[in-house]
């Protein structure tokens, strides 16, 4: 069964900062193509919980250590969990959409990087993470859940408030000065998730960190599938349950995710500020749209997580 995706029906916002996706599990979300068995997935449920429960005396540990080794950290644990879950990870190289454009430039190694992707679950910090080592961005709501929050601040998450307009400025440093200090950090400009069979427009307001911090651009590309058909099985949208969600996870065999990693990117300043940073937004967003409707032709693949 394929998977059914509808146009959008309600509108793009709510506020600026918290768009819409037309998103809907009912309307999304098809049933798996090879769904795990009961015992499979009480096995599945019962690794990830020992995953979390494992992570917290880690996360506590790992806050007194340096970035790099914190983020290594974070990746090999987002492995371990991905891996409880039944969830393959793949990474791809993709190749850039630009050509010879003069506002590519190459990005000098240990410099700070701004990692963009397309948003479709809550499994994508942890796909990004396990992929790279890195900083996530979320929402100030997670910091809010007892469990999620220690996790989150051992891994390095940096948290924004996304219904407070007037604290944009202040987390837009905060990114920024991370990428002063050499972090890569992740971030999702659609500001919401989508299903995976397409995705938002990027929103450039992240984008002003990078250009505050001189930083360099990668895009990436999200894209789950089941035995190499686009799946929605893993997105969290509309009026789903984070439960509902973890459920369908790992109900579901033959799932992995494939991240489309592009060269970064760098814009030469030119033009207001506003203007940078939309051009900045749309030129990752078409890097991203490239691989989420077909891998590249000759990237490469190679599995990250058995």
Known sequence: MTVTFIPPSIPPSVTPWQPLAPCQPSTCVSPARSAASPLRLLG??????AVLLGGVPVALVARRFDPVTRARVTQVWARLLLWALGIKVLASRGFSVLGGAPTVSAVP????TLL????????DPLVMAATLPCRPLAKSEVGEWPLIRTLARGAGVLFIHRDRLLALPEAVEGVASALRAGDTVVAFPEGTTWCGGEMGPFRPAVFQAALNADAAVRPATIHYRERAV????????GGDTLVGSILRVAGTRDLTVTVTLFPPVRLSPAGRPHEARKALASVAEAQVRTALH????????RQMIA
């Open 44 to 49: 599945r449920i019962v690794s990830a919980a």
């Open 230 to 237: 686009t799946s929605a099985r893993p997105c969290y949208v």
């Open 109 to 112: 190694s240990g410099d700070g």
């Open 116 to 123: 963009v992707a397309n948003h479709i679950s809550w499994l």
């Open 294 to 301: 077909g891998t590249p032709p000759g990237a490469h693949e």
